[in-house]
C-alpha cells in the first residue's frame, strides 16, 4: 500500500524541509516512485526542489480551496515529483474557516495520486493550524524530526497531543513511523537530550540515529540539491539511507 508521510513538528527550524527533501530523494534512489507535496506557505521545499514559487500558477493552494481541485504536480525533480506551494498558501488558512470538512481537502487531493506513487511526503508547516491539521489527516504516518536542544525537546508534549487528537477525532489509523534527531552537535546538551528522547519516545515509535548539524544540508539546499548529489560521500547520507529502509518496512 502507498505511504503518505507527514513530516511534522509544530517547532520551526528543526530541519523537516531538509528531511522531506533528502528522504524523499533517498527513497527515489531506492526505486520507490515519490511524491513531495509543500504545505508550508514559506515554500522552502518548492524552492530547494529548485522552482521559483511567486512564478507559480497553479499549487497546492488551488487543490486545497477548490472543491474537487486537481493537484498540480511538478514531475522529473531529482527523481521525484512535486506538488509544490508560494506565499497563497497563508491565506488559504483563512478562506479555509468556512469550508464544511476542511480537514479532508488536502486528504481529498491527494486521493486521485496516491495509487501511482509509492510514497507521497509532506512537508508541514511549523505550527498546529489548519495547514498540520489537513496533512495529518491525510496521512498514514507521521514521522518526526526534533532538534537535539532542551527548547526543542519541552515542545514533544503538545506535538505528541496534537497527533492523539487527531487520531481520536480525525484520523484513526494514523501511526508514527518514527523520530529524526537533527541538528545533533556532539555536545554534552545534545547526548542528554537524545537520551532522554530515546527513554520518552521509543516505546512509542522508532527513535533513529541523530542527522548532525552540517553546513553541507545548507550548501546543498542552495544548491538545490539533496545531499546526495551535492556531497555523495558524506557520512550523514548513510542515516538518511536507514531512515529510508525504515519507512520501507513501516
Not at 531529482?78 to 506538488?83: D, G, I, P, V, Y
Not at 519541552?154 to 480525525?170: A, S
Request: proline residues 7%.
Amino acid at each position: 500500500m502507498p505511504k503518505v508521510i507527514a513530516i511534522f513538528n509544530q517547532a520551526g527550524g528543526v530541519c523537516k524541509t531538509t528531511v522531506t527533501m533528502n528522504l524523499g530523494y533517498h527513497l527515489a534512489l531506492r526505486g520507490h516512485r515519490v511524491l513531495l507535496v509543500d504545505v508550508d506557505p514559506q515554500a522552502s521545499l518548492t524552492t530547494f526542489m529548485g522552482l521559483e514559487p511567486h512564478e507559480l500558477e497553479e499549487t497546492i493552494t488551488d487543490a486545497i480551496l477548490q472543491e474537487e481541485g486537481k493537484l498540480p504536480i511538478q514531475a522529473d525533480l531529482h527523481k521525484m515529483s512535486l506538488a509544490p506551494a508560494n506565499i497563497t498558501l497563508s491565506a488559504a488558512e483563512l478562506q479555509l474557516a468556512s469550508v464544511m470538512a476542511r480537514e479532508l481537502r488536502l486528504k481529498e487531493a491527494l486521493e486521485p495520486e496516491v495509487a501511482n506513487y509509492d510514497f507521497i511526503l509532506i512537508d508541514c508547516p511549523p505550527s498546529l493550524g489548519v495547514l498540520s491539521i489537513l496533512a495529518l489527516t491525510a496521512s498514514t504516518h507521521v514521522l518526526i524530526p526534533i532538534q537535539t536542544h532542551f527548547k526543542a525537546f519541552k515542545g514533544t508534549e503538545l506535538l505528541l497531543d496534537t497527533i492523539k487528537k487527531v487520531r481520536k477525532h480525525l484520523n484513526r489509523e494514523l501511526a508514527i513511523a518514527g523520530v529524526v534527531p537533527t541538528i545533533y552537535n556532539n555536545a554534552s546538551q545534545d547526548k542528554a537530550i537524545l537520551e532522554a528522547l530515546k527513554e520518552q519516545l521509543s516505546p512509542l515509535a522508532p527513535v533513529f540515529s541523530p542527522i548532525p548539524r552540517a553546513t553541507a544540508y545548507a550548501d546543498a539546499a542552495m544548491a538545490r540539491q539533496p545531499l546526495a548529489v551535492y556531497a555523495p560521500k558524506h557520512p550523514s547520507l548513510k542515516v538518511l539511507d536507514e531512515i529510508a529502509q525504515a519507512m520501507e518496512e513501516q
